[in-house]
């Protein structure tokens, strides 16, 4: 059992918790992720990690209510526990390995969408931890669902909320005000875009107009988290990934956004995975139980 010592609520429908997970802890990296399972009968829901303390061997999750199991999860306290904490899975950021003195030297923007606030956080913290200061961009619909400002604000060099409704911050999408600082004259060696998968796919559009190198951090659906099921399956260039095993981050410019959130709504469904069994054929890696293809 994996024991919850902190549960909050820090936006409508959206939850924070400090999970004991001594192992994952001492071993995790900005852009891994887990996958956390409240009991026998909950759902494996896999959640990008959103900060660890490795001394106290604690890995803390931000998640968005969507379904019943993440209801089941909401409803945890202090004091209760998961009974799976599976991780840290996935690749490490890739600026993670990159020499410092070639990181000090880039002008790097990061974009988060809603939830995606979560994910950003821990590459911002790693970024300041190693003396970089980055911009960030942190987009919500209204001011009430912005997360995890003051901590965003104490670890970024500069940072730009932005509101969909104009309540607070910049007015508008998070690819205007993109627009906006570069035209204020920001030259950007790198962006970082993480929330929905449709918010990634308009500032890639947009980074690539501007020419700025983009990296994307998918968050299709999960059933394994190891390869296996094929659930997470994306196209990236002209080559067949997985999210769980060989990202969860990718060149974004190469990404087949359309195709990826076609294939998130076919899988929600027997006769949309049937489907896709059909048209993916070997490669389809159908593990999942859900379709048939293990057979």
């Known amino acids: ?19 004991v997970a001594p192992r994952i802890a001492k071993h ?7 996958i956390a ?50 991780g840290p899975l996935g690749c490490p950021s890739e600026f993670v390995k990159e020499a410092l ?43 009430d669902m912005l997360i995890l400002e003051k901590e965003m604000e104490a670890v970024s060099g500069n940072y730009y909320p932005c509101t969909d409704d104009g309540s607070y911050g910049h007015a508008g999408m998070v690819t205007t005000k993109i627009e906006k600082l570069v035209e204020e004259g920001n030259r950007y060696d790198t962006c970082i875009a993480i929330g929905p998968m449709i918010m990634m796919k308009f500032v890639c559009l947009l980074t690539k107009k501007l020419q700025i190198p983009t990296i994307v951090s998918l968050n299709p659906i999960m059933v394994d988290g190891t390869g296996m099921c094929g659930a997470c399956r994306v196209t990236v260039g002209d080559e067949v990934k997985f999210a769980c095993v060989d990202g969860p ?3 974004g410019h190469k990404v087949n956004f359309d195709e990826a959130m076609k294939r998130q709504q076919m899988y929600k469904t027997e006769e949309g995975r049937a489907m896709l069994k059909l048209q993916e054929g070997e490669t389809h890696h159908g593990g999942c139980g859900h379709c048939g293809g293990e057979e």
Do not use: N
């Open 28 to 34: 995790c990296e900005p852009g891994q992720f887990i």
């Open 101 to 143: 003195t070639s990181l000090q030297g880039k002008k790097i923007l990061f974009v988060a969408g809603g939830v995606g606030a979560a994910p950003v956080y821990p590459q911002v913290k790693w970024m300041k931890a190693h003396g970089i200061d980055v911009d960030v961009i942190v987009g919500a619909k209204t001011r």
């Open 1 to 19: 059992m994996y024991p919850i010592t902190k549960a909050e609520k820090l936006a409508d429908k959206i939850y924070l918790m400090d999970v």
């Open 249 to 251: 981050e990718f060149d």
């Open 37 to 86: 399972k409240t009991d026998e009968v909950g759902e494996r829901i896999p959640l990008t990690i959103c900060d660890y303390d490795r001394e106290a061997g604690t890995i803390t999750i931000v998640f968005q209510i969507v379904g019943a199991s993440t209801q089941r999860m909401a409803e945890l306290k202090s004091g209760d526990a998961f009974m799976d904490f599976v």
